[in-house]
């Protein structure tokens, strides 16, 4: 038996964190992701980076994997055991996958503290001491301390997206779904979220999904990059194999235009 060979089977009895099956999504005719749908393994530690062309269905990958949306088609599996069936818990799908949006989605009438505590009350039910435990240790770990009282209105964008991650953080979720976390923001802020996304995976060994075209962010920290184009998955590998010499025409066309935008 070759080393590849016993390296597969290693690989095969690890239950992923996440697996995916044949998944696929209408709007009405619109095939979103297309049959026979994606198929996709992500298992702890890793650092999956999805890239492609907007309108290549993305964000509606995201939004089905944590039940946002449902699939059409296929099934979705969390620690093996499958989430997609209709008496599931949403929840518990929900405190285990924690989601980072492009637009913070933080509530603007609440205060920073507000905002960290509603899930921890509302999905975890914990009490008032373990509640204020959590919310001054991921301010602390995202240096937001000083902010703790301030609205969403009073910071900066890279300040709000890093309360968004403070929020998703508290609720100790076991993976964490990035959308575009970073398009909203102008350059100079851009950097301090990224370089936050980077401390989350080599100091606190997350499990990250993160749809971004932040080229030298998916070469630092990504496992696995994933390119996606017309609602399926073109082309997997690692950033080298992606980034370097990709071997997919599609592939190729998609990152000169992302090279001329940068
Ligand atoms: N709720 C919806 N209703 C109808 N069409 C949608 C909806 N959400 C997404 N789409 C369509 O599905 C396609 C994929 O969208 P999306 O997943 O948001 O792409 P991406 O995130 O890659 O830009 C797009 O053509 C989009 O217009
Ligand atoms: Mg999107």
């Given at each position: 038996m070759t080393s590849e060979e016993l390296n597969q089977i290693a690989d095969d009895s690890e239950v992923p964190l996440l697996e995916v099956r044949n998944l696929t999504k209408k709007f009405k005719d619109?095939?979103?992701i297309k049959s026979p749908g994606v198929d996709l393994k992500i298992y702890s530690k890793e650092v999956i980076?999805?890239?492609?062309?907007?309108?290549?269905?993305?964000?509606?990958?995201?939004r089905c994997m944590n039940r946002l949306i449902e699939p059409t088609s296929g099934q979705v599996f969390f620690e093996g055991k499958e989430i997609t069936l209709p008496d599931v818990n949403i929840d518990l799908v929900r405190k285990d996958i924690g989601m980072v949006f492009q637009s913070f989605n933080l509530f603007l009438h609440l205060t920073v503290r507000e905002n960290i505590e509603l899930p921890l009350k509302k999905v975890l039910n914990l009490d008032d001491d373990e509640i204020d435990k959590r919310i001054n240790d991921v301010l602390n770990t995202v240096n937001l301390a000083d902010k703790i009282d301030s609205y969403p209105g009073e910071l900066s964008g890279g300040q709000q997206q890093r309360v968004a991650?403070?929020?998703v953080l508290a609720m100790r979720s076991k993976l964490i779904f990035f959308d575009e976390p970073t398009s909203a923001l102008d350059p100079e802020l851009t950097?301090?979220?990224?370089?936050?996304?980077i401390r989350l995976v080599t100091e606190f060994h997350y499990t990250l999904v993160v749809v971004t075209h932040e080229i030298p962010f998916a070469k630092e920290v990504a496992t696995r990059v994933i390119f996606m184009d017309e609602g399926e998955i073109i082309y997997r590998g690692t950033p080298d194999e992606v980034f370097d010499n990709p071997p997919n025409e599609r592939l190729k066309k998609f990152l000169s235009k992302i090279l001329e935008m940068n």
């Open positions: 619109f095939n979103a980076v999805i890239i492609g062309s907007s309108g290549s269905g993305k964000s509606t990958l995201l991650i403070a929020r950097g301090e979220v990224l370089e936050f996304m």
